[in-house]
Nanobody
Framework: QVQLVESGGGLVQPGESLTLSCATSGFTLGYYAIGWFRQAPGKEREGVSCISRNTVRTAYADSVKGRFTISRDNAKKTVYLQMNSLKPEDTAVYYC????????????????????WGQGTQVTDSS
């Protein structure tokens, strides 16, 4: 059974950092590109970042460039999102997602591309 389980969310003050983790099981992570998405109250889900199978390619939404870093450890079956200099507008439920990719060095930040999704973890501005 394919599973993606996010963790690491919580209450944060502006300027603080948080690292989200996405633990995967039920599939071979190395064959999948991974993305992080978020959905704020009243807004559509948006792509935050993605990483290719071989980690060579990463992509970020303009709103998080320079503040967020995506990484993966295929041996540990886990993907991470390091979030620095958090802002109130980063408040959202964060989801990790996966899609099987024939290309090792490419990833796409489009919702419809992804086959498997986690349940999400909440990140909330506490100011």
């Amino acid at each position: 059974q394919v599973q993606l389980v996010e963790s690491g969310g919580g209450l944060v003050q502006p300027g603080e950092s948080l690292t989200l983790s996405c633990a995967t099981s039920g599939f071979t992570l190395g064959y999948y590109a991974i993305g992080w998405f978020r959905q704020a109250p009243g807004k559509e889900r948006e792509g935050v970042s993605c990483i290719s199978r071989n980690t060579v390619r990463t992509a970020y939404a303009d709103s998080v460039k320079g503040r967020f870093t995506i990484s993966r450890d295929n041996a540990k079956k886990t993907v991470y999102l390091q979030m620095n200099s958090l802002k109130p507008e980063d408040t959202a439920v964060y989801y990790c997602a996966a899609y099987w990719s024939t290309l090792q060095d490419m990833c796409i930040m489009t919702n419809l591309t992804y086959n498997y999704w986690g349940q999400g973890t909440q990140v909330t501005d506490s100011s």
